[in-house]
């Protein structure tokens, strides 16, 4: 079965600190990955997408990586600050079925001034 | 700013009563999905539409349903509506099914 798992499930933070935020998916067999956040109560707003044949990418102060092998993609956020408190969800595509994306629960993250 | 817009924003309906919700997508974004996502958790993929025609269904029953028109809009409609349909519905859009999607906003459902 094909699912994607994010852990932890909420993470806390002082303003100024890098930070990594996990996403595992079961099958590397994926047609691309999208890192996307979500305030609350609101819709996602697209944060990196990374394509099966890519390593990594960058957008400012985050950074997105992808391990088809070990199933791992990571999204480093430098130099947190509270505007970066969200929840952030990765979303999987695989080659099996590539117009559905598979969601992970999402980390909600707080950036303590 | 995603281009994608969803109404209304809000809704409450009564149990057994039906629901139509709208989506407008970007020109040229021929495909269309839509998501129900849960309080606490990840969105989960209802059903996608490609020119007009359902092309990918999730674990839904029938009495969700869908359409899409020319003019880049689309419906989600739920008929016999339980207490657990009420969740955020998200809207999708994208030139084709794979490629980079966006959101639109949602529409926070609350069946009592």
């Known amino acids: 079965k094909q699912e994607v798992t994010q852990i932890p499930a909420a993470l806390s933070v002082p303003e100024g600190e890098n930070l990594v935020l996990n996403c595992s998916f079961t099958?590397?067999?994926?047609?691309?990955l999208q890192w996307f956040r979500q305030d609350p109560g609101k819709g996602l707003t697209s944060l990196l997408l990374i394509q099966s044949s890519q390593r990594e990418q960058t957008s400012g102060r985050l950074n997105a990586s992808l391990d088809k092998s070990s199933g791992r993609s990571t999204l480093y956020i430098a130099a947190s600050q509270p505007g970066d408190s969200a929840t952030y969800l990765c979303a999987v595509r695989w080659n099996t079925n590539a117009g559905k994306s598979t969601f992970g629960d999402g980390t909600t993250l707080t950036v303590k001034p | 700013e995603t281009g994608v817009t969803q109404s209304p924003t809000h809704l409450i309906k009564t149990r057994g009563q039906q629901v139509t919700l709208r989506c407008s997508s970007q020109?040229?974004?021929?495909?269309v999905s839509w998501y129900q996502q849960a309080l606490g958790q990840g969105p989960q993929f209802i059903f996608q539409y490609y020119r007009e025609e359902e092309n990918g269904r999730g674990n839904f029953p029938p009495r969700f349903s869908g359409l899409q028109f020319p003019n880049y809009s689309s419906e989600l409609n739920v008929n016999a509506l339980e207490l657990d349909d009420s969740a955020l519905y998200l809207c999708?859009?994208?030139?084709?099914?794979?490629?980079?999607?966006?959101f639109g906003q949602g529409t926070r459902l609350t069946v009592v």
């Open positions: 099958d590397s067999a994926i047609y691309n």
């Open positions: 020109s040229g974004h021929n495909t």
């Open positions: 999708a859009s994208s030139p084709t099914g794979a490629q980079e999607a966006f």
